[in-house]
């Protein structure tokens, strides 16, 4: 009876610790980031986003000179006058802020220039573009144009704490940034299963992204979160468990040996 009571022991604590190491391996983000990282590496920026159909924008051009600015004035333009440093002499600088919708095409409807093809440009290139029509044509010598996506929003569902639509300022968002202002995963959720749905080029593309492997974060397309993405975190088989299947049937396991130890060491009680 105590050869078989050690075995069982033995068993149990086996058990535990089989468990503890599924566990870790399958909650822990970015595992060999620390490594790969020992020596800082360049980071490739390219999260600049592209204007696509339905965005909304705000493009605002500034100018010492407000009767030059009303010229572009489209009902929508708020115009008013704002102080701006420049090296150690302050000039009064009127700037107008005006909001614009991207049709299907990816066409807006400019004041004087009419329809402009923005579709597929960076705010960065639609800033350029404008403010060299605004020069070139003669209208303000000493425009200078700001363009702002303010549709950026992305929607993150499934196994999260807080799922949802939401609507970011700027334009960088990475998918762990995404995913930390949803209230991060909840424990029954798979972090080797994370899926990003995106519309590019008329198409709907997918990736997939692995949580535990920093390469597969890092280095995907999807790191950089574009407008209207939706990432959709897949719950795992089994609602009862912390972060793997294996650790649910490891448990229940545990809980019957626990019942069987129990047991014996009744039985050996009642003997003595």
Request: proline share 2%.
């Amino acid at each position: 009876m105590k050869v078989l009571f050690r075995n069982i022991f033995c068993c149990v604590c086996l058990m535990a610790t089989i468990t503890s190491c599924v566990s870790e391996k399958k909650m822990i983000y970015l595992q060999g980031a620390s490594e790969a990282y020992a020596v800082p590496k360049e980071v490739e920026a390219n999260f600049e986003l592209k204007v696509e159909p339905d965005d909304q924008l705000a493009i605002s051009i500034a100018s010492k000179d407000q009767e030059l600015l009303q010229r572009f004035n489209n009902n929508t333009l708020i115009g008013g006058g704002n102080n701006s440093t420049t090296g150690t002499n302050t000039v009064n600088v009127t700037s107008g802020v005006a909001y614009f919708h991207v049709d299907k095409n990816g066409n807006i409807e400019f004041p004087i220039f009419g329809t402009i093809n923005v579709g597929g440009l960076t705010t960065r290139e639609i800033s350029s573009l404008i403010q060299k029509r605004v020069k070139d044509e003669g209208y303000i010598n000493d425009a200078i144009v700001n363009t702002k996506i303010m549709s950026f929003k992305v929607t993150v569902m499934g196994d999260v704490r807080n799922p949802g639509t939401q609507t970011y300022q700027g334009e960088r968002l990475t998918i762990l940034e995404a995913l930390g202002k949803a209230g991060d995963l909840n424990n029954s959720a798979r972090r080797d299963h994370i899926l990003v749905i995106r519309e590019e080029n008329d198409k709907r593309v997918t990736y997939e992204l692995n949580l535990l492997d920093q390469q597969s974060i890092f280095n995907s397309p999807a790191y950089y979160l574009q407008q209207n993405d939706v990432v959709y975190v897949q719950p795992n088989k089994s609602q009862r468990v912390k972060g793997s299947t294996s650790y649910t049937w490891l448990t229940v396991g545990s809980t019957v040996v626990g019942i069987v130890v129990s047991v014996v060491s009744l039985i050996v009680a009642l003997k003595k």
